[in-house]
C-alpha cells in the first residue's frame, strides 16, 4: 500500500508560479510510475503529467507542455509538478496518482491506469 498526501496549492495571480509536492509514505516509491491529474468543477478529471518508474521519460498533457514541470525526489519519496505562467484556466484540485506497473505507454494518460491516489490539493488562478 502507498499513502500520497498533495500540497502546496493555493490562490495565484495569472502569470504566477507554484510547486505542487506529493509525498508518500507506506512504501518507497522510487519505481512507480507517477501521474498528476487534475478535475474542475463539472468537467472530467484530466491528465497533468506522468513520469515512467524509471524516472526517464515523462508525458506532459497539450494544456501545460511548456509551462509545468514534474520531477522526483526519491530520497525524500516525494514527487513535485512545478507550474508556471498560470492561466485562469489551470484552476482545478490536482490529484497526484501512483501505480506499481512498469507498463510506459499513452495509457498512462488514463485515471484507470493508476492504483493509488491522494486527496487532492487545490490550486485556483485568479485573473
Known amino acids: 500500500q502507498v499513502q500520497l498526501v498533495e500540497s502546496g496549492g493555493g490562490l495565484v495571480q495569472a502569470g504566477g508560479s507554484l510547486r505542487l509536492s506529493c509525498a508518500a509514505s507506506g512504501r518507497t516509491f522510487s519505481t512507480y510510475t507517477i501521474g498528476w491529474f487534475r478535475q474542475a468543477p463539472g468537467k472530467e478529471r484530466e491528465f497533468v503529467a506522468a513520469?515512467?518508474?524509471?524516472?526517464?521519460?515523462?508525458y506532459y498533457g497539450d494544456s501545460v507542455k511548456g509551462r509545468f514541470t514534474l520531477s522526483r525526489a526519491n530520497a525524500k519519496n516525494t514527487v513535485y509538478l512545478q507550474m508556471n505562467s498560470l492561466k485562469p484556466e489551470d484552476t482545478a484540485i490536482y490529484y497526484c496518482?501512483?501505480?506499481?506497473?512498469?507498463?510506459?505507454?499513452?495509457?498512462?494518460?488514463?485515471?484507470?491506469?493508476?492504483?493509488?491516489w491522494g486527496q487532492g490539493t487545490q490550486v485556483t488562478v485568479s485573473s
Open positions: 496518482a501512483a501505480d506499481s506497473s512498469s507498463i510506459w505507454d499513452l495509457r498512462r494518460r488514463l485515471p484507470s491506469e493508476y492504483e493509488y
Open positions: 513520469n515512467d518508474w524509471n524516472g526517464l521519460n515523462t
